[in-house]
């Protein structure tokens, strides 16, 4: 399966709409070169700019939802479209990542459960969203997942209770943090003995300079490729396939006792 990471750079002086155009021109350009296209969370504002969310929060099926949806549709590839701002017809504000099949249906939308900012930012301009997101695409099954859900393994065991192979994970991840970036993306994968595809930004969002370092991680944990700090389009090639093999080579899943449905004495 060919996936291509596209780590954007949020600009401040360009405008959502020129970025939101600008990103779906990239997304054409990986037609014919990738199945799957992932692209980071809130790119249209940027993950800090924490003053815009409201001012450009849009319906679910808003302009950012049209113009993937084209986009995904023009290139012919599954299309994770980071995520937006998102009004809910009743008011709330959620971080909603969008994912597109290639004749541009929409086929999963995660409203991001886990929100950044204790007790401020995103955790208070922000309402949790509540359900785990599967997308069953035709070589594999994908979790979706943001950002500060990384940091969260219970999240990840959820997906893989739900048959995810690959987690995808899109963010917009401070530089002064790119260690535990890293880090947990391969701990992800090696605990759940999955790949990850995990997108970020690059550049800076409302003076917070972002990690970028985009990367894609095996189920062994070894990384496969990975993105330098600036805008960049990150090509990688995995077989879906050495998941369900390792698992069976080395059974680590079976032995789990802990979780959700563990006996409570």
């Not at 054409?28 to 249209?44: I, T």
């Not at 002064?176 to 997108?199: F, G, I, K, M, P």
């Amino acid at each position: 399966m060919r996936a291509s990471l596209i780590q954007i750079a949020v600009n401040e002086d360009e405008s959502v709409n020129s970025r939101r155009d600008r990103v779906g021109s990239l997304v054409r350009d990986q037609a014919g070169s990738a199945d799957l296209v992932v692209l980071p969370e809130l790119w249209p504002t940027g993950a800090f700019a924490y003053e815009l969310f409201a001012s450009e929060a849009e319906p679910l099926e808003g302009p950012t939802f049209e113009a993937m949806a084209a986009a995904a549709r023009d290139a012919g590839v599954w299309l994770h479209a980071g995520s937006i701002p998102e009004r809910d017809p009743d008011g709330p504000l959620y971080n909603t990542a969008l994912v597109f099949s290639p004749d541009g249906e929409l086929a999963a939308a995660y409203r991001k459960i886990h929100r950044f900012g204790f007790d401020k930012g995103e955790a208070v301009l922000m309402s949790a969203g509540r359900e785990l997101v599967t997308v069953r695409l035709p070589e594999t099954v994908a979790g979706v997942t943001t950002c500060y859900d990384l940091r969260f393994p219970e999240l990840y065991r959820g997906l893989v209770a739900r048959g995810a192979e690959t987690l995808i994970v899109s963010a917009g991840w401070p530089e002064r943090r790119r260690a535990h970036w890293t880090l947990l993306a391969r701990a992800r994968a090696v605990e759940n003995q999955a790949y990850v595809l995990a997108c970020g930004t690059g550049g800076g969002h409302a003076g917070v300079a972002q990690a970028g370092h985009s990367l894609v991680v095996d189920p062994w944990g070894e990384v496969l490729g990975e993105a330098g700090a600036g805008e960049e389009v990150l090509r990688v090639e995995f077989d879906p396939a050495r998941v369900g093999a390792i698992r069976e080579q080395f059974p680590a899943l079976k032995d789990r006792v802990l979780g959700l449905d563990a006996p409570h004495h």
